[in-house]
Structure formats: structure tokens, C-alpha cells
């Protein structure tokens, strides 16, 4: 069986992204005028920017697909004019680096909301290796530091992970992740009967 | 909408030189930490998209609204909590001191320069050149290349279709109501047309392809030719000359009494 990603998934999986990446520039004006409500409120709200990578991996269900997403995303973002600019291009990369490596962790055969959850923490913590790199967050104080990555990862989990898995099992009712999906090992099964 | 623009050297240079060279600025502005230097690089930056991009000033300034609201939002963390020594002020949790003040001023013109470095791409750069620039400079994968392409063109779509969802809504009367369970709702009564449709189009397009013997060959031939000119090198130079130029004018007229801005 031929596992690589064909014209059919690279095209579903962009175009999925490039609607992500509406939404991501849209983000952007909700992020800034949340952060002024100061304690870090806005991080709760950050784990919207790794939806693509979960939602595209749970519709077309093959490798490379989380991180092409991501990237397509953060390109998507970048081309209509991010306020962040560079910064969403790499920030992109390295977010879909990480998500692709948890679903390739569990070889890319579980799809479920534990796994899901774990991609988003994923990219979590690839946007903190970033954040440490460019923010000098190490410089915050301790206290602020810690109310930091926690609010960004629990708002990850939910948005990126719980909220990701329940639109794409509402997508599935409407059938068109059939058209898209790999044959499983149960249809197959179903031909055998 | 009028979005007319005149063309500058800035469009004429090579989308994929245009892009790496800013990546690798992007890389540089990471490992600076003098703040008189990164704040002589971001106005040499801004000066470039004032008056090279080619846009009406009224439109760039529009667009530089937000970086405004971008460095103040991303310096107040820093300012207001970040580590220090020498305290200027310290209310219930929030504790400036000059340290904390200086690093949250760089972190503000690090943000700055990024976003006008990227307005600056996004200004400038036709996204068919870019990926056509891509596939014949850096050898990308045509089925990405094109992919990109159909999928930049599916934006109007999806817009109106946003559009068409709205005004249905409201002709049949969908009441707006507040609380978590509108809120739900409405996500949900948006999104899942939007994708289902999105990735029906997507599945048509890519089987209209492929019937057209679209294979994503590398080997094939482009409709529009970019390669490289004059433009390209005065780029570069640019950027190089801001570089030095900027450090030297950081040791010779510093704004701010403070050199690297780590704790």
C-alpha cells in the first residue's frame, strides 16, 4: 500500500490549512487586545494556532499531513499579512515539526482525543522552545513564568486538541472524510465478507 | 476597494532570494541583543516599506496600526514582571526595574522589525511568482507548488460562502442569542459547511488534475520564467549595509545607556 501523500491529500490538506490560515490572521487582533487584560490571559487562547495541524491529521489520517498543514497554515497567514510577520512562518515550521512527531510516536495509527491532545501539547511546547528564543520569557519572574506555559498549554489542549477532535467527528457525520481517508483495515474486512 | 500600487525595485526582486534573505534576517535579529542596534535596524527596515513598497502612504499607515498595539502588548509583560535589579517601581505583583524596562523595550522593536520585515514580503510579493520562484529556484514539488495556488484562489470562495451562510441564517431568522451554547452554535453551524465544502472543492479540483495529466513532475516546463537581476544584489547591499551601518551608529550614538539586554 502506498503510504506517501498524493496530489488529492496535498491539495485537501492545503486547502484545509489556507482556510486555518483566515482564521489564524484573524486570531491575531483577538490575541492582542486580550493580552492588555494582563496574567496572561491571551495564552489561554493561543492553543487556536496549532488547530490546523490536529484537524487536517484527523480528516485526511496520514503521515506528513499534520506538519504540511501547519506550515500551509503559517504560510497562509504570512501572504495575507500577519501583524507578527517572519515570525509566523517559523514559529509554523516548528509547530507542525512537533505535532508530526507525537502522531509519528504512536505510528500514525491512533486517532483519538488522548492523542490529539498530546500533538497539541506538541506544538506547545515547540512555540515555547520559540517564545524562549525571541521573548527571553526565562527573564520573567517565576511565579508569571509558570502561569505562562500553563495557561498556554491548557488552552492548547482544549482548543487544539478536545475542540479539534469534536468539529472533525462532527465533520465525519457529514461524510465527506470518506473521500479523503485511506482505506482501513476494516473495509477492507467488509469486501472479504 | 481601491488596492492599486505602483511596482518598485521591491517587486522586481526574486521572490525566493526576497523570502531566504529575510528568513536569515529574521535568524541575525535573534542574536542581537543590544537594543541601540536592533533599533537601527528597525527603522532602517521601516524606512524601506515607507518608501519603497509602492503603496499609498495612507494604506501603510492604516497596516502600521496594529504594530503599535503589537509593541506595547508584547514590552508590558516583560516591563511589568520581567527580572531585575534596579527597581523603579514595584506595586503588588507588578516590579519594574531598569533591566526589565530595557528588555521589554528590545522585545517590543524585535516585534516591530519582524512585522515590518513580513508587511514589507507580503507587500511586495505576488504569491504566483513566489511558488512559480519556488519551483524553478529551489526545485519545490510542483503538486505543493500548485496545490498552493488552487488554494489561495479558494479564499474569495470561502469568503462568499461565509457570506452566503450568514445571510441564510438571517433570512430564516436564527435568533442571535449570548452564552457558551450560542457560542457553540454558531462555531459549529460556521465551520463544518465551510470545511465540508473546502474539501469537496479540494477532492474536485485535484481529480480535474489529474484527468488533465497533471503529475507534479519536476521535469515540465513554467509559464512565467523568474530568474535574477540587479534588484536582488541592491537588496541584499541594503540589508548588509544596515547591518554595520547600524551597529557602528549604536557604539558611536547610543540612544539608551544599556548594552546587552539579558539578565
Same mark, same amino acid.
Given at each position: 500500500m502506498n503510504r506517501g501523500l498524493k496530489l488529492t491529500d496535498i491539495l485537501v490538506t492545503i486547502v484545509i490549512a489556507i482556510g486555518f490560515g483566515i482564521v489564524y490572521k484573524l486570531w491575531g487582533p483577538l490575541y492582542y487586545f486580550v493580552?492588555? #487584560?494582563? #496574567?496572561?490571559?491571551?495564552q489561554l487562547i493561543y492553543g487556536m494556532w496549532f488547530m490546523a495541524a490536529t484537524v487536517a491529521y484527523l480528516i485526511i489520517r496520514k503521515p506528513g499531513v499534520a506538519f504540511l498543514a501547519e506550515v500551509a497554515a503559517a504560510s497562509g497567514e504570512f501572504l495575507v499579512g500577519s501583524e507578527w510577520g517572519l515570525e509566523v512562518l517559523l514559529f509554523g515550521v516548528v509547530q507542525g515539526l512537533f505535532a508530526e512527531l507525537v502522531f509519528m510516536a504512536f505510528r500514525y495509527k491512533r486517532f483519538d482525543v488522548t492523542v490529539v491532545s498530546l500533538a497539541a501539547i506538541g506544538s506547545a511546547v515547540g512555540s515555547i522552545i520559540m517564545d524562549y528564543y525571541k521573548g527571553y520569557i526565562e527573564d520573567l519572574a517565576l511565579w508569571n513564568l509558570s502561569l505562562f506555559l500553563g495557561f498556554r498549554i491548557i488552552g492548547s489542549i482544549l482548543i487544539a486538541g478536545v475542540a479539534a477532535y469534536y468539529l472533525v467527528k462532527a465533520l465525519e457525520k457529514t461524510g465527506v472524510t470518506n473521500l479523503v481517508r485511506p482505506a482501513s483495515k476494516q473495509d477492507y474486512d467488509a469486501l472479504d465478507q | 476597494m481601491d488596492l492599486s500600487f505602483n511596482e518598485t525595485w521591491l517587486h522586481k526582486i526574486n521572490p525566493t532570494l526576497k523570502l531566504f534573505t529575510m528568513i536569515l534576517m529574521f535568524i541575525f535579529v535573534l542574536f542581537v541583543h543590544q537594543i541601540n542596534w536592533l533599533i537601527n535596524l528597525t527603522f532602517g527596515a521601516l524606512l524601506l516599506l515607507w518608501v519603497f513598497s509602492g503603496h499609498p502612504k495612507k494604506r501603510v499607515s492604516l497596516l502600521l496600526i496594529p504594530f503599535l498595539i503589537i509593541f506595547i502588548s508584547t514590552s508590558s509583560s516583560m516591563i511589568l514582571f520581567g527580572k531585575g535589579d534596579t527597581t523603579w517601581m514595584k506595586w503588588g505583583l507588578v516590579h519594574i526595574t531598569e533591566e526589565s524596562f530595557y528588555r521589554g523595550l528590545h522585545l517590543g522593536f524585535r516585534a516591530l522589525i519582524f512585522a515590518t520585515l513580513g508587511l514589507t514580503f507580503a507587500l511586495t510579493t505576488r504569491p504566483v511568482n513566489l511558488f512559480y520562484s519556488l519551483m524553478q529556484?529551489?526545485?519545490?514539488?510542483p503538486k505543493y507548488a500548485y496545490s498552493f495556488m488552487a488554494g489561495l484562489r479558494l479564499i474569495p470562495i470561502m469568503i462568499e460562502e461565509f457570506l452566503t451562510i450568514r445571510n441564510a441564517m438571517k433570512v430564516r431568522g436564527v435568533e442571535q442569542e449570548r452564552g457558551v451554547r450560542a457560542f457553540y452554535f454558531k462555531i459549529k453551524s460556521y465551520s463544518i459547511p465551510l470545511l465540508s465544502q473546502s474539501i469537496r472543492r479540494a477532492h474536485r479540483i485535484a481529480v480535474a488534475m489529474e484527468a488533465k495529466r497533471?503529475?507534479?513532475?519536476?521535469?515540465r516546463t513554467y509559464y512565467y520564467k523568474l530568474g535574477f537581476s540587479l534588484n536582488d544584489g541592491i537588496f541584499v547591499a541594503y540589508l548588509g549595509v544596515l547591518i554595520l551601518l547600524g551597529y557602528y551608529l549604536s557604539v558611536v550614538w547610543p540612544l539608551f545607556p544599556v548594552g546587552d539586554v539579558r539578565y
Open positions: 493580552k492588555p #487584560l494582563g #496574567l496572561h490571559i491571551d | 529556484q529551489v526545485k519545490l514539488n497533471f503529475t507534479g513532475e519536476r521535469d
